[in-house]
């Protein structure tokens, strides 16, 4: 279980992912979490930043799924503008909506990578689903409701395995 919380890369932000390392490592598409991962949670709409690495996106040959556990008006609001395919009421971290992701882009499970900034919903939901995670810091300091309980019990898990040499990649800064 533990295994599954672990993610496969942690970085600050989405800028710092190596868009040339995953496509040398055969991965052609993303799914990315929307709130605290590309744009803060309360924040409607792309920022030229956002709009500027999902283009990157598709000069890398990438394609890319907002997969979100919010309300379809969120993230349609969000999605359209930027004609973004999106999966919404995801209930991450059920593998349902990772696996019609793929299928929605067709690409294997190995081709693809998930963006998230949290453990408990996108890289356990990612990890269950047999892909590969990038776990980021969360874009915002604050959070909705029930996001905050589930950041509550990631310090937690975060801090334990800490203490049993489970995480590596703070020793890599």
């Known amino acids: ?69 919010n309300s379809e008006k969120r993230v349609k609001a ?3 503008p930027e004609e973004m395919v999106f999966i919404h009421s995801a209930r991450k971290p059920m593998r349902r909506s990772f696996v019609r992701a793929c299928k929605q882009m067709g690409v294997k499970p190995e081709e693809t990578v998930v963006i998230g900034d949290q453990i408990f919903t996108d890289v ?24 905050l309980l589930n950041r509550r019990a990631e310090r937690f898990v975060l801090r334990w395995m800490r203490k049993k040499g489970m995480i590596q990649w703070e020793n890599q800064k």
Do not use: C
Request: proline share 4%.
């Open 1 to 69: 279980m533990l295994k599954n919380l672990l993610p496969n890369q942690y970085v600050q932000s989405i800028y710092e992912i190596n868009l040339d390392e995953l496509r040398q490592n055969g991965i052609r598409a993303i799914i990315t979490d929307l709130d605290n991962t590309l744009v803060e949670w309360d924040r409607p709409e792309a920022t030229p930043e956002v709009r500027e690495w999902v283009k990157r996106l598709t000069e890398h040959d990438m394609v890319v799924t907002i997969v979100s556990n």
């Open 78 to 80: 969000f999605a359209d």
């Open 124 to 147: 356990l939901g990612g990890n269950r689903a047999g892909l590969q995670t990038i776990l980021v810091v969360p874009v915002a300091k604050s959070d909705g409701l029930a996001t």
